[in-house]
């Protein structure tokens, strides 16, 4: 039982129909952005060595905000591995705008055709907040999701990274901020629980926060343009995202060794 999600519950319960007109005022007022073109494509180094990752999940995998999956997350993300690592990557996107958990894995999963990878990372968490899917619901759909991944693909790392900075979004108001920006935060803790119950499943929990990439990361940028709409990523936000998960992937051990040891074969 999470405690904080149910005192949220209690909160946000009269709240509902002020929420439901601000959201759809908000939906009227965003500019309904294309998803990104191109969903396959390669990063080359000097190297003989290949990895192969596919990317699945929602509107920021889908690379709503940006006009090709290069310069979106994917490919931001297969560049910096491929260099971190002096190995090829080979990247094919999976993803839909508005999908949660239960839809990626129900839509999506048979659509993969793909008969050997070397690994996949997925973002979701943002419908599933924005349907205020309950933590429990969340915890059963990403396992079922894992599962379905792991009986398709077996042994290979799968890495969630970042749930949505919600309570960042400027076209948001102060109290879609506050009730979906806590949910999704909730959903996060959770993420991680269930991550821990599954091999080579991570999950890269660190929130994501603008000021806290422009220091890290000594960037001349003000917090409003990480958004391309008020609410998904612009394309320097989708590259520095790229870049800190990267480092997430290679400053962990377990996920870079794998990796290393997966692109010793060459031209499967």
Sequence with gaps: MNLKYILGSILTI?????????GKKIKKSVPKLPEA????????????????????????????GVNTHEEGF????????????????DWKVYAKSGYSAKKVKEEIIDLITEKEIDFIVIGLGGNDAFELN??????????????SIQ????GIPIVFINMPPIK??????PLLKFTIGNLVNILGKELNKVVKDFENVYYYKREI?????IERYDLKIDPVDFFSDGVHPSKITYQIWAKDVSQFIIQSKEISNELKQRSVVENR
């Design 14 to 22: 009269p709240l509902l129909p002020l929420l439901y007109f601000q």
């Design 37 to 64: 073109k191109g969903v396959e494509g390669s990063y080359l180094v000097s190297s003989k060595k290949k990895l192969q990752m596919l990317t699945i999940g929602e509107s920021t995998i889908a690379g709503v």
């Design 74 to 89: 994917t490919g931001s993300l297969a560049k910096e591995l491929a260099t971190e690592l002096k190995v090829n990557i």
């Design 134 to 147: 309950t933590p429990k619901k969340w915890n059963k759909d990403v396992r079922e999701l894992i599962k």
């Design 151 to 154: 009986l398709k693909f077996k």
């Design 168 to 173: 960042e979004f400027p076209a948001f108001t």
């Design 209 to 213: 926060n603008s000021k806290d990439l």
